[in-house]
């Protein structure tokens, strides 16, 4: 089952907005991470952050974690149609042989 | 980190007839993961492919119908089996980025597989 679930399933803003992206997962992790797809492509790694850590950046990218409430966000600033596609957080399972799980995805659309 | 290269991009096949999907790595790696993505829908891990030793396969997914193979550090293969309507869906392999010290994966560019 999956591990990670966004919110919401789909956004559309206007270019120069900002777009915020929420992801809850179930069990403890000792990262989560971000990844972007473009068209039913392969997807790009964007961000981690590790449960350590509570806040990250990354160019326009902000990606907090709260692992009290088992939750995280991504914050894309002044949004661009080039960052039009979908999101998607991932958690890597504990143990020796780790695996990544997916959450279902946001698609975004960032209207010109 | 590594960069994948993947074929067939897209294909459509028929019913009932297998396709191979090939992923090249341009770096050794010890673990070469392979997803499945339905349409509109999030990842799915089929299995684990590591050199040397037979893939494993997550719950739901079986050698018969996706066998894989692993000849080397930097070469796998996934065959789609006898397939049906249902197997339309990109085909994503991908691979560890062990430099960060996590789970950080890279992806092939995708195989988007229609079967008729």
């Known amino acids: 089952s999956q591990q990670g679930e966004e919110d919401p399933q789909a956004l559309s803003i206007q270019e120069g907005e900002n777009a915020t992206m929420n992801c809850s997962y179930k069990t403890s992790i000792n990262n989560l991470q971000w990844y972007r797809q473009n068209s039913g492509r392969g997807l790009v790694h964007l961000i981690l952050?590790?449960?350590?850590?509570r806040e990250k950046h990354s160019g326009r990218l902000r990606v907090t974690l709260d692992t009290s409430k088992k939750s995280s966000s991504l914050l894309i600033t002044a949004s661009r149609a080039a960052d039009t596609a979908s999101y998607f957080c991932?958690?890597?399972?504990?143990?020796?042989?780790?695996?990544?799980?997916f959450g279902k995805g946001i698609t975004l659309s960032v209207r010109p | 980190s590594a960069v994948i290269s993947q074929k067939p991009s897209r294909d459509i096949c028929q019913r009932g007839t297998s396709l191979t999907i090939q992923c090249q790595v341009d770096?050794?790696?010890?673990?070469m993961f392979w997803y499945r993505q339905q349409p509109g829908q999030s990842l799915t891990l089929i299995a684990t492919a590591n050199q040397g030793s037979e893939a494993t396969y997550e719950s739901g997914f079986v050698i018969d119908k996706f066998p894989i193979s692993r000849p080397n550090l930097t070469f796998s293969t996934l065959t789609v089996s006898n397939m049906s309507p249902e197997d339309s869906s990109i085909y994503l392999c991908?691979?560890?980025?062990?430099?960060?010290?996590?789970?950080?994966?890279?992806f092939g560019a995708g195989s988007r597989l229609t079967v008729l």
């Open positions: 770096s050794q790696v010890t673990m």
């Open positions: 991908s691979v560890s980025d062990r430099g960060t010290g996590a789970n950080v994966l890279t």
């Open positions: 991932a958690t890597p399972t504990t143990g020796a042989n780790s695996k990544l799980t």
């Open positions: 952050i590790r449960s350590n850590e």
